[in-house]
């Protein structure tokens, strides 16, 4: 089974600070996203990469953003946190484009940040 | 623009009953609908799709229905189990861009 992992599941953060998210995947996942998770909101996509190097603005990339230089990796940072930042965030990856209509994504376990 | 949209933010059943959640969509170029389930503390997990083309799909348990005419899809759950209860999302597929509705939380009681 695919793999992934996301390095904290819970951070506490000051305003101000700059914040990194990491996401690891073991299965040469072409594909990587990041999403939030809020209340009433759903999961809304905060950028995609689909190849090395690559990257994709999401619905919501404001106050974000990522860096991809390794397949397996994608990391989420946020510039300057504030506290409308504080959410669940999800990492997820799929094989290859169109394959996550079939077979969906794979989710690490997610990160709850809080921001005070 | 709220694309995909769950309008019912909870759903209790008794243990053995169906389990109806339903989703609407406005973006006709879905061409795959997926529903995810998702327990606290944990990442979603996928359950079942249905492409666009088709009406039913059937794994188990788990129907999800189709209507394009009305732009609704369903996932019924028979029989309810307590351990289905969880958060359940619907999403609909572009390409491997997913756009998930609000999520449903679904309580089976025993």
């Known amino acids: 089974d695919v793999k992934v992992t996301q390095s904290s599941r819970y951070l506490v953060k000051r305003t101000g600070e700059k914040v990194f998210l990491e996401c690891v995947q073991d299965?040469?996942?072409?594909?990587m996203f990041w999403y939030r998770q809020d209340p009433g909101l759903g999961l809304r996509l905060i950028y995609f990469?689909?190849?090395?190097?690559?990257?994709e603005k999401g619905d919501i990339p404001e106050g974000y953003s990522v860096s991809r230089e390794k397949k397996e990796r994608f990391s989420l940072i946020l510039e300057s946190a504030s506290t409308n930042q504080t959410s669940m965030y999800l990492c997820?990856?799929?094989?290859?484009?169109?394959?996550?209509?079939?077979?969906?994504?794979?989710f690490g376990s997610g990160t709850r940040l809080t921001v005070v | 623009d709220q694309q995909v949209k769950q309008n019912s933010p909870s759903l209790s059943v008794q243990e053995g009953r169906i389990s109806i959640l339903n989703c609407d969509y406005t973006n006709s170029m879905f061409d795959y609908f997926l529903w995810y389930k998702k327990y606290p503390a944990e990442g979603p997990t996928f359950l079942i799709s249905i492409s666009s083309i088709k009406d039913k799909n059937e794994d188990g348990r788990f129907t999800v229905f189709l209507n394009k005419s009305a732009k609704h899809l369903s996932l019924h759950i028979v029989p309810s189990q307590p351990g289905d209860s969880a958060v359940y999302f619907c999403a609909g597929s572009s390409g491997s861009r997913l756009t998930f509705g609000e999520g449903t939380q679904l309580t089976v009681n025993p």
């Open positions: 299965m040469d996942h072409e594909n």
């Open positions: 997820a990856s799929t094989l290859i484009w169109g394959g996550a209509s079939v077979y969906g994504y794979t």
């Open positions: 990469s689909y190849d090395v190097k690559m990257k």
